[in-house]
């Protein structure tokens, strides 16, 4: 089988950290008996500079045909400016709105090498490896009516309406049962059922879509104050978080220091899965944006990048094998003591973009 995907690198780090990921495909068709079929076309600023958008139709055709999107960073000074239509980070807008992406994925996985660098005591991280699943494109950042009003007195009154339907509830649960079965086979699910009329929502119809679909895997529900909490005392006690928009935002960030530098943190957006073939639009993307002020030097780390590859293999192409292998591959780098200047600790080894992908390589090499 040959897996369709199309890479846009996109500005500033993007196209350093997409020349690795490159590498490491061409190291998993030659190994893996994975075969791959890789266009390549241009989003964000350098979109703009050659076409005049940010994201031009023909982009959009080959992201809405390839099996995934791998996505570098877009944007840069040069092109704050523009209208906001023209703007660099229009191009991903674009792609999570006509992808119709509403499910957010943002793993929290702490490396044992790495344990030293977060806030928490390496005892509480060591190990950890959890996922949150956020509902991206309902609740309160898109709910009617918004907006701030004079009221006759003079004052100012605003309004946000938290809003979502059962659909749009019962969507984003399937996409995290189906990826709890990829890995521990565990979802807790968040919300505020005890004070939002959404969150009583929410939890029965999370509820159940378990029971009539998913009973294999086992369901909790937290309320969001106390999810917050969790993730600070006890992390390793959750796998899958399914939450809103809004929590989910917050949450997820949390999770995300919890693990150290913006340069280790992958992300996937996952559209509907179409019920008669199977495919799902999946764009995968390092958290991190495009670092103008490290771009052109070689220094990027490339692991975002490396690590969203993994979530790949694993989530749109189900290669849990291959996705393994990788991100173990890492792991064992990091062990060896390779950091990049955004990860650098006393006596490590400085590595720049390329000397790390090398040394995954090779470690990659050895596992095989
Ligand atoms: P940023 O993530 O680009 O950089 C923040 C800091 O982290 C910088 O000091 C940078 O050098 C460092 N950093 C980020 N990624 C790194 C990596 N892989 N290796 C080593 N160090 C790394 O965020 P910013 O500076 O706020 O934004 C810069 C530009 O990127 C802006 O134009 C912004 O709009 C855009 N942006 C794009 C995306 C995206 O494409 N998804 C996301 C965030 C920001």
């Known amino acids: 089988m040959t897996y369709n995907l ?24 030659q190994n893996r008996n994975l075969s791959f079929a890789i266009e390549e076309d241009l989003v964000g600023g350098i979109s703009y500079e050659t076409h005049g958008v940010p994201a031009t139709d023909q982009m959009m055709a080959k992201a809405k045909a390839a099996d995934a999107v791998l996505f570098g960073a877009v944007g840069g000074p040069q092109w704050d400016k523009l209208p906001f239509e023209k703007r660099a980070e229009r191009g991903l807008l674009r792609l999570r709105k006509d992808l119709e992406l509403f499910a957010n994925l943002r793993p929290a996985l702490c490396f044992d090498a790495l344990k030293d660098a977060s806030s928490l005591k390496p005892e509480i991280v060591s190990g950890l490896d959890l996922l ?126 919890l693990t150290g530098s913006i340069g280790m943190l992958p ?52 290669r849990v094998e291959d996705a393994r292998l990788l991100e173990q591959a890492v792991e064992h780098v990091l062990a060896e003591g390779y950091r990049t200047g955004d990860i650098m600790q ?6 720049g973009t390329a000397e790390m992908t090398n040394a995954i390589l090779k470690a990659l090499d050895k596992a095989a």
């Open 6 to 29: 199309l890479l846009l690198p996109g500005d500033g780090i993007g196209p350093e950290v997409m020349i690795e990921t490159r590498r490491v495909l061409g190291w998993f068709s």
């Open 132 to 257: 949150i699943v956020r509902e991206l494109t309902g609740g309160v950042y898109f709910g009617e009516p918004r907006g701030i009003s004079t009221l006759g007195d003079g004052s100012r009154r605003a309004v946000d309406t938290q809003v979502y339907t059962t659909g749009e509830v019962q969507r984003i649960a399937r996409v995290a049962f189906e990826l709890a079965r990829l890995r521990g086979k565990k979802v807790a699910s968040v919300e505020k059922s005890n004070v939002m009329h959404t969150g009583i929502l929410w939890r029965e119809e999370v509820q159940k879509v378990h029971d009539t679909e998913f009973p294999d895997v086992a369901l909790t529900h937290i309320l969001a104050d106390n999810c917050a909490m969790q993730l600070v005392r006890n992390p390793k006690s959750l796998d899958v978080i399914v939450t809103d928009n809004l929590f989910g935002d917050i949450l997820s960030d949390e999770a995300a220091q």
């Open 267 to 318: 992300s996937a957006s996952l559209g509907a899965k179409d019920p008669k073939t199977g495919r799902q639009p999946a764009l995968y993307e390092p958290v991190h944006g495009s670092a103008p002020d490290i771009a052109g030097q070689g220094l990027a780390n490339p692991i975002a990048c490396l690590l969203s590859l993994a979530m790949c293999l694993r989530y749109s192409f189900q």
């Open 346 to 351: 006393p006596g490590m080894t400085k590595a």
